[in-house]
Nanobody
């Protein structure tokens, strides 16, 4: 199972930006499908963005045009650039890795709070 460590969360004003990072252990990162999920208080965890081993990306509708997922295989790291943040983006953001066998690993989560 791969170890994932998220960073980059924090408090930001509406309209601001944050970049989340997720560093993965191991030597097979380039084969993983990586994803960011988020969970707001009282709500179910939802998929935010994915990027596969071919760098194909997908986003939930509410973040399209504002968030960008990317990866650096040389650094075993996936990023989530978040722009034009709104209070509705407030949540704990989790990094997820899926290997070629479909086995998933989760990070511990990082809090993002959008508030004035």
């Amino acid at each position: 199972q791969v170890q994932l460590v998220e960073s980059g969360g924090g408090l930001v004003q509406p309209g601001g930006s944050l970049r989340l990072s997720c560093a993965a252990s191991g030597s097979s990162f380039r084969f993983y499908t990586m994803a960011w999920y988020r969970q707001a208080p009282g709500k179910q965890r939802e998929l935010v963005a994915t990027i596969n081993s071919s760098d194909s990306t997908d986003y939930t509708d509410s973040v399209k045009g504002r968030f960008t997922i990317s990866r650096d295989n040389a650094k075993n790291t996936v990023y989530l650039q978040m722009n034009s943040l709104t209070p509705e983006d407030t949540a704990v953001y989790y990094c997820n890795a899926k290997n070629v066998f479909g086995v998933r690993s989760w990070g511990q989560g990082t809090q993002v709070t959008v508030s004035s």
